[in-house]
């Protein structure tokens, strides 16, 4: 009796480290008096990983009990809860915030000559002169600062003596088809960022993509040959075309999207 007694503590507390150091999905909607409240961030303090809610307010974080989490958003009061085994049952979470009146700073009203019209009152304001590099007049003022893998290919394909024969090096020694080849794939790195910082929750809620999806969606977006970088500043043609690769991605991925 004893002996099976010792087996069945050391079971339960080998059962309790084991559940103690993986961590399971913690679901909750977040709301305040009005409704949902979307892009709040959330962080668990334990593992310092965070996430953000969805439109509806939805999000989940990686957890166990006694863990940490703070929840933060512009306007409302930060929220810390400790995470509870009851918070992984059947039932959903509702975390509430509380709004805060947001002070501002008081404005100071000086007396003016303004009448209000701009054409007039232009003439009678008075401004300091910026000074940079086009008011000094220096060479290649107003240029475009060039990104890392531009400034090498730049370097490359130029020669500061006037004789081209750094390039024609580069060019035999297969230098400048490498830093082309760096330049393509920083091209890439930039459209994919574009997408996923503007187009992710779009990706996850509209188009019903799976969250293990989404990188790999996006990748295959920006990679199709109909692709067109016209799309990243036109937010309806992005979105048309999103929709469209969503139905091709899904149907070379049967087993995920029935």
């Known amino acids: 009796m004893k002996k099976t007694l010792f087996l069945i503590i050391c079971s339960t507390l080998s059962l309790t480290a084991v559940s103690q150091k993986h961590r399971k999905f913690f679901y909750a909607t977040l709301q305040d008096e009005m409704g949902a409240v979307a892009n709040a961030h959330v962080i668990n303090l334990t593992t310092k990983q965070g996430t953000f809610t969805n439109d509806h307010g939805k999000f989940r974080i990686l957890a166990i009990p006694n863990d940490t989490l703070k ?3 512009v306007g409302y009061e930060t929220k810390k809860i400790v995470v509870a085994i009851h918070h992984f049952g059947i039932q959903e979470n509702h975390i509430k915030l509380k ?3 947001i002070e501002l700073e008081e404005v100071e009203l000086k007396k003016h000559d303004l009448t209000g ?3 007039l009152d ?3 304001i008075k401004s300091e002169k910026e000074i940079n590099a086009e008011t000094l007049n220096l060479p290649f003022a107003g240029s475009r600062i060039l990104t890392p893998a531009e400034r090498r290919l730049h370097t490359a394909m130029t020669s500061s003596a006037g004789i081209p024969l750094d390039p024609l090096l580069n060019w035999m020694s297969g230098r ?3 830093l082309k080849k760096l330049k393509a794939i920083e091209d890439t790195e930039k459209r994919v960022q574009n997408i996923r910082t503007n187009y992710r929750l779009y990706i996850s809620n509209e188009l019903s993509i799976l969250q293990e999806d989404i990188e ?3 990748y295959f977006a920006e990679g199709a040959d109909d692709f067109n970088s016209f799309y ?3 937010e309806m ?3 048309e075309f999103l929709q469209k690769k969503s139905i091709v991605f899904k149907k070379l991925n049967p087993k995920n999207y029935h």
Do not use: W
Request: glycine share 0%.
């Open 232 to 234: 990243l500043n036109d």
């Open 122 to 124: 232009s003439k009678h």
């Open 216 to 218: 790999r969606f996006i």
């Open 99 to 101: 709004k805060v009146p």
């Open 117 to 119: 019209f701009i054409a």
């Open 176 to 178: 400048l088809k490498k």
């Open 71 to 73: 929840i933060s958003f």
């Open 237 to 239: 043609s992005m979105i």
